[in-house]
């Protein structure tokens, strides 16, 4: 298995514009979070997903943070407008069922940086 | 889910036994121990989890105290390729969501 999958690794973009991040998921698996890490603030949990439906979106920021699930082995993350300050690496991770018996897997991150 | 405390940071030296705390003293009955690392430039890694029980896999063993009160993550021989952040995270049993992390426990380690 390839793990979680995210793309882009790295993401430079200018302040305005939209950015789009991906995330396929380890098949099988029924839970995607998406985590957003900074400095300040750590790892921080913005979205959820069980069974492809948004479960607490609680974490996102703002309303120009959106994400979707549209099948079981694809996710996006998308902020319209970009900001300097949501610079950070952001995290997609999955988790197979079973409750406590499957551990999270996380894949490598996308850095996102806003000029 | 309740909270745990983690020392900012700790240092070993390689391939000696390394003891990583965590605190969590208002754990519940239901609450699982969960470790995590991440290594530098990568996302969080699964180490171990436990309810009740030490626990032994093939990274680390999850040493549990018989109050439950506190957990020790114990990696037998320290390598340099263990220098990471450790996370100790309290979820609930029945608990279907999410992971929350705290600062965890930065470690070094001197070849």
């Known amino acids: 298995d390839a793990g979680v999958i995210q793309s882009p690794r790295h993401e430079v973009t200018e302040m305005g514009q939209e950015v789009t991040l991906r995330c396929k998921p380890i098949s099988g698996h029924n839970s995607l979070f998406w985590y957003r890490q900074t400095m300040m603030r750590g790892l921080e949990l913005l979205i959820y997903?069980?069974?492809?439906?948004?479960?607490?979106d609680s974490g996102m920021p703002e309303d120009r943070f959106s994400a979707k699930m549209p099948n079981a082995s694809f996710s996006t993350l998308k902020i319209q407008p970009s900001e300097p300050r949501d610079s950070a690496v952001y995290f997609c991770a999955s988790r197979g069922t079973g409750g406590q018996s499957y551990g999270y897997t996380f894949g490598s991150g996308t850095r996102l940086t806003v000029v | 889910d309740a909270k745990t405390t983690q020392p900012n940071s700790m240092e070993s030296n390689e391939e000696e036994p390394v003891h990583l705390p965590c605190n969590h003293s208002t754990i519940s009955g239901t609450d699982y121990i969960h470790w995590y690392r991440q290594l530098p430039s990568q996302g969080p890694e699964y180490v171990i989890h436990g309810l009740t029980s030490n626990v032994n896999n093939r990274m680390a063993s999850l040493a549990i105290a018989e109050d439950r009160k506190s957990s020790t993550l114990i990696l037998h021989r320290a390598t340099l390729r263990d220098a990471a952040v450790y996370y100790c995270?309290?979820?609930?049993?029945?608990?279907?969501?999410?992971?929350?992390f705290g600062k965890g426990t930065k470690l070094s380690v001197k070849p």
């Open positions: 995270i309290l979820r609930d049993r029945g608990s279907q969501g999410n992971l929350i």
């Open positions: 997903f069980n069974n492809n439906v948004p479960i607490d």
